[in-house]
């Protein structure tokens, strides 16, 4: 079938004469694959259709927070009911304790938390506590490794410790106090603590690694961390906004049996809304104002939609057999990529935890930033036009992951396959 994409040229070409770049998220834009961005008019289920009634079947899912699909009738009929008695308060409502203690309830290491606006906001606010708990200023986070665009964590290595910006904008004054090691590198981690003595805060990670491709922690690596931060006075803190209740039901300590002082979270937990928290030990978020000294603060925190979409979205997830049933057909859809690859014999990595997963284009094994690098950027980028051709709406970066959802079935996956197949022949 071969795609027309005339209305979304059209609504390009007028995004970008107000909003830069044509988006609100550079990502979005296409960038990394190039050709121009598909202007999305809905979605149901795991489908959804541009403004030219192409459908497709969604592997993005807003980069990740629908986990039960788009438009799932029960996350809209909480939505409406919460609408109609309002948008927002600024002042407490119920459905703010009601996800606070699902949420606390679902992760053993979480005796409290704080709801922001969103991951940005909740890795900010986190680190700002870490800072102010220990008493120190610098940071460790992980090269590749995606925390929000805050200033203070858009880095990378440098030559030796110091990191350089990763954004124009940033002074290099205010990511003096952030130190980059390679994933799955504990000796890395070891050496810059041993090099700070005292003055690490925190040490920032995704635990699975899902901004650089789809990456795993080696076996030793999460519990090398935690006790490299506990030798060192530092806090752990798992950057979750995408693995968070993705995963499994909470945090993915109850898979890796690491638990860290303060998880980040989002995505999944605001059901498509916009959202972000940040909980840890009691002692810990005790220091928020305005029970403790630490400032932080947001207009539309908490809001009832946000939380409404959430609460719902957290009940279906309890249902039994959700999570078997997502990594069911997440490994369905990558055993047959793989041998999809291997039969065009077509060079590829692939890299999957739960419902989430990546193709890498590389004949590497993948093990950190450097490794993801080693893919081939315009191989993917063939293979994610292919698809998109084919009806398949593929993450447009090699370093994004791609997502399941509860409303992506087996012939959804089949259909997939048959797709991948041609593609990867073609290639
Ligand atoms: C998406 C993401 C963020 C940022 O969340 P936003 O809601 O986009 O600000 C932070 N950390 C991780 C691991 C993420 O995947």
């Known amino acids: 079938m071969a795609q027309q994409f005339v209305a979304s040229r059209k609504l390009f070409e007028e995004a970008r004469k107000y909003i830069p770049g044509g988006v609100n998220s550079p990502v979005r ?18 489908r959804i259709w541009d403004e030219d009634n192409n459908e497709f079947i969604d592997y993005v899912l807003s980069f990740g927070p629908l986990i039960l699909g788009h438009a799932h009738p029960e996350v809209t009929s909480s939505l409406r009911s919460a609408l109609d008695k309002g948008t927002s308060f600024g002042a407490p409502t119920r459905w703010e304790s009601t996800l606070a203690r699902m949420i606390c309830e679902a992760i053993p290491s979480m005796d409290m938390v704080r709801f922001v606006n969103s991951g940005t906001e909740a890795v900010m606010s986190a680190i700002r506590l870490a800072r102010a708990f220990t008493h120190r200023d610098k940071v460790v986070k992980f090269a590749g490794g995606y925390h929000g665009s805050s200033d203070g964590l858009l880095a990378h290595a440098g030559s030796g410790a110091t990191a350089l910006p990763d954004s124009q904008g940033v002074p290099s004054s205010y990511i003096q ?34 901004n650089m491709g789809i990456i795993l922690p080696q076996p030793k ?7 490299l931060a506990r030798r060192s006075g530092a806090l752990l803190i798992f950057d979750e906004v995408v693995t968070g209740f993705r995963l499994a039901y909470g945090s993915v300590q109850t898979l890796y049996h690491v638990s860290p002082d303060l998880i980040c979270l989002g995505k999944v937990i605001g059901g498509g809304l916009p959202v972000g928290a940040y909980g840890g030990r009691r002692e810990i978020m005790e220091m928020v104002a305005p029970s403790g000294p630490v400032y932080q603060a947001g207009t539309l925190s908490g809001n009832p939609l946000a939380m409404s979409a959430g609460i719902t979205t ?5 249902e039994p057999g959700v999570y078997q049933k997502l990594e069911e057909m997440a490994s369905h859809l990558t055993r047959g990529l793989s041998k999809e690859a291997r039969e065009a014999d077509v060079p590829v990595f692939l890299s999957r935890a739960g419902s989430m997963l990546t193709v890498f284009f590389t004949d590497q094994e993948v093990t950190d930033y450097e490794t993801a690098r080693s893919s081939d950027l315009k191989l993917y980028a063939s293979y994610f036009h292919h698809l998109l051709n084919e009806g398949i709406y593929l993450p447009p970066s090699q370093f994004e992951a791609q997502f399941l959802s509860l409303a992506h079935g087996e012939d959804e996956i089949e259909i997939t396959l048959r797709a991948a197949r041609k593609a990867f022949r073609e290639l």
């Open 221 to 227: 690596f999460l519990p090398g961390l935690k006790e």
């Open 29 to 46: 834009a296409f960038g990394a694959v190039g050709g121009e961005p598909l202007f999305i008019k809905q979605g149901k289920g795991c």
């Open 314 to 318: 957290l009940k279906i997830l309890q």
């Open 177 to 210: 106090h952030t130190l980059v090691a390679p994933y799955n590198d504990l000796s890395y981690v070891e050496s810059l603590l041993k090099a700070y003595p005292e003055e690490v805060a925190a040490i920032i990670v995704e635990p699975v690694a899902a």
